[in-house]
Nanobody, 129 residues
Framework: QVQLVESGGGMVQFGGSLRLSCVASGGTFENYDMGWFRQAPEKEREFVGVISWGGGSTVYADSVKGRFTISRDNAKNTVYLQMNSLKPEDTAVYYC??????????????????????WGQGTQVTVSS
């Protein structure tokens, strides 16, 4: 059983930056591809991006490409989401999720929440205009 805990959320102004962290415990971190999702009020959970178990491959949603960067430190059991040039439409609860490796992060199935077995509790990000 893998436990995930996100941190780093908060309130930031338009154009600002935040870095979210997600620490994993209870499993072998290198066995998992790690995804980030977000959910705004009254909207469905949305794919943000995913990083492969070794960190060598990443995929991003078009809405965040060029502004957000996912990285991981397997020695620290941590995955990061660096968010730059934030916009009000980025306001949401951000979740990290773990999916046991075996499927390429380039497969479309990785872009759906149903692919992921473990989830964090989420951290709120609010961007003011």
């Amino acid at each position: 059983q893998v436990q995930l805990v996100e941190s780093g959320g908060g309130m930031v102004q338009f154009g600002g930056s935040l870095r979210l962290s997600c620490v994993a415990s209870g499993g072998t971190f290198e066995n998992y591809d790690m995804g980030w999702f977000r959910q705004a009020p009254e909207k469905e959970r949305e794919f943000v991006g995913v990083i492969s178990w070794g960190g060598g491959s990443t995929v991003y949603a078009d809405s965040v490409k060029g502004r957000f960067t996912i990285s991981r430190d397997n020695a620290k059991n941590t995955v990061y989401l660096q968010m730059n040039s934030l916009k009000p439409e980025d306001t949401a609860v951000y979740y990290c999720a773990a999916d046991r490796r075996g499927t390429s992060v380039y497969r479309r199935s990785k872009y759906y929440a149903t692919a992921y077995e473990y989830w964090g509790q989420g951290t709120q990000v609010t961007v003011s205009s």
